[in-house]
């Protein structure tokens, strides 16, 4: 089993859906990322847990909603999306939040809003 | 000013070259520094990490660091086609734990 499991890995959506990106890591890691990729622009942080409780958030609108169950599984909960959300999603865990540099990340879930 | 710059290519080396690429960050109390591996289509993958000033050597890699001048680079000697790929560099400030940011990313190809 891979370390960072993504679903979906494609997601197409209206500005009106809900839908939720789920990851799951099976490394036994601590912390927890959401890391959005856009096209000609660095990785931007969106939001941290470590050991469940949410430590960063990262400026993001609240149309973009974080779970973290337990330190294994990490949801983002989409709603009333902008095409400008558009983008790929990642996922990613270290140890622990001291370890953010050594990050694993999942495949990642691209999203496409029309 | 960009926290993390990154020359964005695409840089172009013949196999069997060393490929050289640079990094510098705007933040003097930057503590680590990272470099990722992603390829098209797939997603980053720690390659190199480096804390103290000096080269790091891991394999075909080389990781340099000199934190006077704010430059981080990363040095692939041999080039092989399967390291075309576009490479992050990645500097964690220390000032906030856990903040890592990242540049846009060098675009490598190495041809045969």
């Known amino acids: 089993e891979t370390g960072v499991t993504q679903t979906p890995r494609h997601l197409v959506m209206g500005m009106t859906n809900k839908k939720s990106l789920k990851c799951e890591q099976h490394?036994?890691?601590?912390?927890m990322y959401w890391y959005k990729q856009s096209a000609k622009k660095p990785l931007e942080l969106m939001f941290v847990?470590?050991?469940?409780?949410?430590?960063e958030n990262n400026s993001v609108p609240s149309r973009f909603s974080p779970e973290c169950p337990n330190s294994s599984h990490l949801f983002l909960h989409l709603h009333t999306l902008q095409p400008e959300d558009s983008a790929l999603y990642l996922c990613?865990?270290?140890?622990?939040?001291?370890?953010?540099?050594?990050?694993?990340f999942g495949e990642g879930s691209r999203l496409t809003v029309l | 000013q960009k926290e993390v710059e990154q020359n964005s290519g695409p840089l172009s080396v013949p196999e069997g070259a060393i490929a050289s690429l640079n990094c510098t960050y705007s933040?003097?109390?930057?503590?680590?520094f990272f470099w990722y591996r992603q390829y098209s289509g797939k997603s980053p993958e720690l390659i190199m990490s480096?804390?103290?000033?000096g080269d790091k050597e891991d394999g075909r890699f080389t990781a340099q660091l000199n934190k006077a001048s704010q430059y981080v680079s990363l040095l692939i000697r041999d080039s092989q086609p399967s390291d075309s790929a576009t490479y992050l560099c990645?500097?964690?400030?220390?000032?906030?734990?856990?903040?890592?940011?990242f540049g846009r990313g060098t675009q490598l190809t190495v041809w045969p």
């Open positions: 990613a865990s270290s140890l622990d939040r001291g370890q953010s540099g050594e990050l694993f």
């Open positions: 490394l036994g890691h601590n912390a």
């Open positions: 847990y470590n050991f469940k409780e949410q430590t």
């Open positions: 933040d003097r109390g930057s503590q680590s």
């Open positions: 480096i804390y103290s000033n």
């Open positions: 990645a500097v964690n400030r220390g000032s906030t734990l856990g903040r890592l940011y």
